[in-house]
């Protein structure tokens, strides 16, 4: 029997459709009381004192840095393994990204190896809690303490996960979260960013919408609405529209039901791997809770070194090109952005500087997940697998 099966599959129902009636029929289409709303409840859901929504994580965590000041002749160190837009944001703001190593078994950034790319230019960390798997936010926080640095939690696959039953996204001074439909909760594209300090939610807001120091909404309901607002500082425009607030606040009624259904079936793929020794399936540290944003193997028929690499992944290729031809959609975990064109052009990297992280791009296998995926479509995925890597090695 042959099927398709996706790699991922946002969850909508009449409810998410219902919901964009409301701004439609009411003509407020920019951000406004949905997109309120729908900051409300992201703030209940993961503990925050308040949240800001904006256009999508990549632009939450360009807030961020511009709300911390970072600009020309700062350094910001962000894990080579993680999606481009990470480092993008540090030098967007004309600042260094400084690309760092990973630890294997969580793919998230190595504190050790954060400490040994600090010099006295560094101003930023950004640790990412990469496919929903929380970075090891104590060693960070410890890092940045005793260096007085700033922390900026790229958070974007973040949701549902926790770390010592702290939502991520809480720890450094800022945390930002994307809605992209490869996320559990999306609103197509769209982003919230947290804050730790009062003030910063105050600067995050006006540099969110040109620098005003008023909303729009906030000025129509006012009494001279016919006067433009102040303008004190050099903003953006990065506002959420409130369709899509409408949407995200249906989608928050589902949160916790997605999130849990996703580890429901990433739990069916821990029991069933073992049937399959050549991948190595995601490592959970004890005081962690996975959101399972993405489900993320290692090709590991044999230990992988910089000298065999090059036939693995071509074997890895080999695997996921076969299963796509049988209907089950797979993607590689995510790539080293040390060995991106523009970073290897602007910062002479050569894949060797951060091995871990190129090792990671070439041998890590997302497996399909999503919340209404059946036992059915899962058994399929292991069967082909099965298949594709016994035709592949004949
Ligand atoms: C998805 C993702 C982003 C980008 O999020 P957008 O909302 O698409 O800007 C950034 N970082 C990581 C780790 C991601 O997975």
Same mark, same amino acid.
């Given at each position: 029997?042959?099927?398709?099966?996706?790699?991922?599959?946002?969850?909508?129902?009449?409810?998410?459709?219902?919901?964009?009636?409301?701004?439609?029929?009411?003509?407020? #289409?920019?951000?406004?009381?949905?997109?309120?709303?729908?900051?409300?409840?992201? &703030?209940?859901?993961?503990?925050?004192?308040?949240?800001?929504?904006?256009?999508?994580?990549?632009?939450?965590?360009?807030?961020?840095?511009?709300?911390?000041?970072?600009?020309?002749?700062?350094? #910001?160190?962000?894990?080579?393994?993680?999606?481009?837009?990470?480092?993008?944001?540090?030098?967007?703001?004309?600042?260094? %990204?400084?690309?760092?190593? *990973?630890?294997?078994?969580?793919?998230?950034?190595? %504190?050790?190896?954060?400490?040994?790319?600090?010099?006295?230019?560094?101003? !930023?960390? *950004?640790?990412?809690?990469?496919?929903?798997?929380?970075?090891?936010?104590?060693?960070?926080?410890?890092?940045?303490?005793?260096?007085?640095?700033?922390?900026?939690?790229? /958070?974007?696959?973040? @949701?549902?996960?926790?770390?010592?039953?702290?939502?991520?996204?809480?720890?450094?001074?800022?945390?930002?979260? &994307?809605?992209?439909?490869?996320?559990?909760?999306?609103?197509?594209?769209?982003?919230?960013?947290? !804050?730790?300090?009062?003030?910063?939610?105050?600067?995050?807001?006006?540099?969110?919408?040109?620098?005003?120091?008023?909303?729009?909404?906030?000025?129509?309901?006012?009494? !001279?609405?016919?006067?433009?607002?102040?303008?004190?500082?050099?903003?953006?425009?990065?506002?959420?529209?409130?369709?899509?607030?409408?949407?995200?606040?249906?989608? @928050?009624?589902?949160?916790?039901?997605?999130?849990?259904?996703?580890?429901?079936? /990433?739990?069916?793929?821990?029991?069933?791997?073992?049937?399959?020794?050549?991948?190595?399936?995601?490592?959970?540290?004890?005081?962690?809770?996975?959101?399972?944003? &993405?489900?993320?193997?290692?090709?590991?028929?044999?230990?992988?070194?910089?000298?065999?690499?090059?036939?693995?992944?071509?074997?890895?290729?080999?695997?996921?090109? *076969?299963?796509?031809?049988?209907?089950?959609?797979?993607?590689?975990?995510?790539?080293?952005?040390?060995?991106?064109?523009?970073?290897?052009?602007?910062?002479?990297?050569?894949?060797?500087?951060?091995?871990?992280?190129?090792?990671?791009?070439?041998?890590?296998?997302?497996?399909?997940?999503?919340?209404? @995926?059946?036992?059915?479509?899962?058994?399929?995925?292991?069967?082909?697998?099965?298949?594709?890597?016994?035709?592949?090695?004949?």
């Amino acid at each position: 029997m042959k099927m398709r099966v996706p790699i991922t599959k946002p969850l909508f129902d009449e409810a998410d459709l219902e919901s964009l009636r409301g701004p439609i029929e009411s003509g407020w #289409v920019v951000q406004g009381p949905k997109v309120k709303e729908f900051e409300q409840k992201f &703030s209940t859901f993961t503990g925050a004192a308040d949240a800001i929504a904006c256009t999508s994580c990549t632009t939450g965590l360009h807030l961020a840095l511009a709300a911390l000041g970072v600009g020309p002749g700062d350094e #910001v160190i962000v894990p080579s393994f993680t999606w481009v837009a990470s480092a993008n944001v540090a030098a967007h703001c004309g600042a260094t %990204p400084v690309l760092c190593d *990973i630890d294997m078994d969580t793919y998230n950034v190595d %504190p050790v190896e954060i400490e040994r790319r600090i010099t006295p230019k560094t101003k !930023a960390i *950004i640790p990412v809690h990469l496919f929903g798997l929380a970075a090891d936010m104590d060693a960070v926080m410890d890092i940045a303490e005793a260096h007085q640095l700033y922390v900026v939690e790229d /958070a974007a696959c973040g @949701m549902g996960s926790k770390l010592n039953d702290v939502h991520v996204g809480n720890f450094g001074d800022f945390g930002a979260f &994307s809605f992209h439909p490869r996320k559990a909760v999306t609103t197509g594209e769209g982003g919230m960013v947290l !804050a730790r300090e009062p003030d910063h939610y105050k600067l995050v807001r006006t540099l969110r919408d040109h620098g005003s120091t008023k909303s729009d909404l906030a000025r129509h309901h006012g009494k !001279a609405a016919f006067l433009l607002s102040q303008f004190d500082h050099l903003g953006y425009n990065y506002r959420m529209t409130d369709i899509q607030g409408a949407l995200g606040s249906s989608q @928050m009624d589902k949160a916790a039901y997605v999130i849990g259904r996703r580890q429901a079936v /990433a739990s069916r793929y821990d029991e069933l791997l073992p049937e399959i020794p050549w991948l190595k399936p995601p490592h959970v540290p004890a005081n962690a809770e996975h959101s399972y944003q &993405s489900y993320v193997c290692l090709f590991a028929p044999e230990e992988a070194t910089m000298e065999n690499l090059e036939r693995l992944n071509g074997l890895r290729n080999d695997i996921l090109m *076969i299963a796509e031809e049988l209907g089950v959609s797979t993607r590689q975990g995510t790539h080293a952005v040390h060995g991106l064109g523009w970073y290897r052009n602007t910062f002479g990297y050569r894949p060797e500087d951060l091995p871990k992280s190129w090792m990671a791009e070439h041998l890590t296998m997302t497996l399909p997940l999503y919340p209404q @995926m059946t036992d059915v479509e899962q058994d399929y995925v292991i069967e082909v697998l099965q298949t594709a890597y016994a035709r592949a090695t004949k």
